[in-house]
DNA sequence: TCTATATCACCC
DNA sequence: AAACGGGTGATATAGA
């Protein structure tokens, strides 16, 4: 902290309806050396900060994608330096399940710094959401609980700061300010189709229900009744599987089973699936046509994204893609690694044959291959089955899938499936062993980490297993190099509209596209060979130019029946 | 009628 | 004891 001259503590209060870019309310910040206070309801702010935001000032926040937001809001520019107490608080007790959570409240709780209640802070939060015209009164309310926030901050800080590790942290604090530009852009939708389909989406399900259920009556409304279906399988004789509970197992790929024995059944398994999902009520669109929603970075314990399923577009079944349209004039690009897991697992062990794999450009055929499943001049068009199993193989050890569960999954007894899971640890042994050293590394240390400081911690209360230990280095790391494509995107000044696990969704104007999607490309390889010691990933796009729409080829099917009952629906 | 749990769907 | 990693969320049913 000591290159630092000046550190600011500062928080903002907003209101940021569902899609909406955030409407700042006020800002406090506090100097922590001279304990200099700064006020500022949101008439009182320029287009620059009241504060230094230069290479020798620190800036410090709780959730700092929410604040660069507000600068955004505010045309300031973002500071050169941020460390964000939420990301390194989640850092340092990832694992070990804090008493109150991994929100501000959590932390102090957690180092014992007395602050206000859970209550009195969802009270501000409402008050600030209701946004319009405050009177005097609940402005210096909306202030004095502002202040709370950034007095909590300064003495977080103190308490935190010698287990922090600066550059680190720093660096997650540029992820934030990413992280901000991204939900700032929000992904482009074609509002016009959005909203046919809510206007007529129950009438869509009520006809198909219809349709379907007459045969049945199993149907309460649009609500598949457990007990009627029980009592039309007895009804028709038909024996059913059960969960250990005794109700009846209802799994599509058990519909799918006994649909092969009872065909009658084949129809409800189609209008059950039908039905599943569509949740667009809650898809959240601003006015501008853009879905944006807090994109929640460092959430999962692998420090992944976790966006709202129901908020995000990229949450429900694939088919929702096609609402993704770009603007007139723009096109985006859906730019992912190729199988990124399978790359690091490979990078990081330094398993030859597992590199040799993926630098095959085929990694699931090239095992077939190793594993002498198929000849050594065999195609994705020769042998196209064998390629498959073998690539379910190797995600399922990727997840630490068991026989059994890979014989189901693949349809061949359990003896194959054990065998093909040998083969995996016969051909990558180097790999096994890296995964081993792992996984006892971290039962021994209690702690595991990624190669830019990402960690878990293991505790007695939250015993963690061993399939998610060996899938850790994977995960997270896989979640580090995706930070890293997201800064070096955004400070590149390319329009990143989502990331997306393992890929970034961009948009540009069509005459910019193709060169926005190579400097991306350029990017994410960059990212991974940073945090792979110069191991150089792959990466594969789809691009899409306006008036086209995106397609996930897994959701055409269901897009065009949704989009010929709207046809029908709406003459 | 509300809440908790179980189960299921979907995503990477 | 079970054995598919990380998630969100809707829904059905059971229990208070």
Redesign the pocket.
């Known amino acids: 902290m000591r290159r630092f001259q000046e550190v600011w503590c500062i928080d903002f209060e907003f209101c940021a309806p569902d899609g909406e870019r955030p409407e700042v309310l006020c800002l406090v910040a506090m100097e922590l050396n001279s304990r200099r206070l700064i006020h500022c309801w949101r008439d009182q702010l320029s287009d620059k900060p009241p504060f230094n935001i230069g290479p020798y000032a620190l800036i410090v926040a709780y959730y700092s994608s929410a604040e660069m937001n507000c600068f955004m809001a505010l045309g300031w520019p973002m500071p050169e330096n941020l460390l964000d107490l939420y990301a390194e608080f989640k850092c340092l007790h990832n694992g070990l399940l804090p008493i109150s959570g991994y929100g501000l409240l959590g932390a102090l709780t957690s180092y014992g710094i007395m602050s206000i209640a859970g209550s009195e802070k969802k009270e501000m939060r409402e008050l600030a959401m209701r946004g319009g015209q405050y009177s005097s009164e609940e402005r210096s309310t909306l202030l004095q609980y502002c202040e709370t926030d950034v007095v909590a901050l300064s003495k977080l800080l103190p308490r935190m700061h010698s287990t922090i590790d600066l550059p680190r942290a720093l660096l997650r604090g540029r992820y934030m300010k990413a992280v901000a530009h991204m939900e700032w852009n929000g992904v482009p939708i074609d509002t016009e189709t959005l909203q046919k389909l809510r206007l007529y989406w129950e009438d869509i399900k009520v006809q198909l229900v219809a349709e379907v259920d007459s045969a049945y009556g199993v149907y309460d409304g ?8 029980e009592a039309w399988l007895k009804l028709n004789d038909i024996p059913w599987p059960c ?3 005794g ?9 799918k089973e006994m649909a092969k024995s009872y065909s009658v059944v084949g129809p409800l398994r189609e209008l ?2 039908s039905l ?2 569509l ?1 667009l009520n ?1 898809l959240a669109v601003g006015r501008d046509g853009r879905n944006r929603c807090l994109l ?1 970075p460092f ?4 420090s ?1 994204n ?7 577009i ?6 929702y893609r096609g609402l993704i349209k770009p603007k007139e004039g723009y096109g985006i690009a859906y730019i ?1 690694y190729s199988q ?1 897991e399978f790359a690091i697992a490979a990078a990081l062990s330094n398993d030859p044959r597992m590199i040799a794999a993926y630098e095959s450009g085929d990694p699931y055929l090239e095992f077939a291959k190793q594993a002498g499943a198929v000849p050594q001049n065999a195609t994705k068009g020769s042998h196209p089955s064998e390629r498959e199993l073998y690539k379910v193989c190797v ?2 050890v ?9 014989s189901q ?1 693949i349809n061949c007894s359990v003896r194959e499936a054990k065998h093909m899971l040998q083969r995996h640890r016969e051909t990558y042994t180097i790999f096994w062993t890296w995964s081993d050293a792992a996984l006892y590394f971290a039962l021994t240390r209690n702690n595991l980490g990624t190669t830019l400081g990402w960690q878990i911690s293991l505790s007695s209360s939250m ?6 230990l ?3 280095p994977m ?1 997270a790391n896989g979640a580090e190099i995706l930070r890293l494509a997201c800064i070096f995107t955004t400070e590149a000044g390319i329009t990143v509209c989502a990331p ?4 970034l969704l961009i948009e540009a104007p069509i005459e910019r596209l193709d060169e926005d999607i190579r400097r991306t490309k350029d990017f994410m390889q960059k990212a991974g060979e940073i945090v792979l010691e110069g191991f150089e990933l792959r990466t594969d796009v789809d691009v899409v130019r306006w008036p086209d729409r995106y397609m ?1 080829e ?2 055409v099917d269901m897009w065009e029946r949704v989009s010929r009952l709207v046809m029908n629906l709406a003459g």
């Open positions: 649009l609500t598949f009744k457990q007990s009627r279906f969960h250990p509970s109700a009846l197992d209802l799994q599509d790929d058990t519909f059950r699936v599943s999902g949740r809650n929640s959430r999962s314990k692998t992944r976790q966006p709202s399923n129901a908020k995000f990229f949450g429900p079944s694939a088919w992912d990124q995600l399922a990727q997840y630490g899938m068991g026989a059994e569960r890979l999954r015993k963690t297993s061993d399939r998610s060996r899938n850790f995960q997306v696990h393992d890929a996930d897994r959701g």
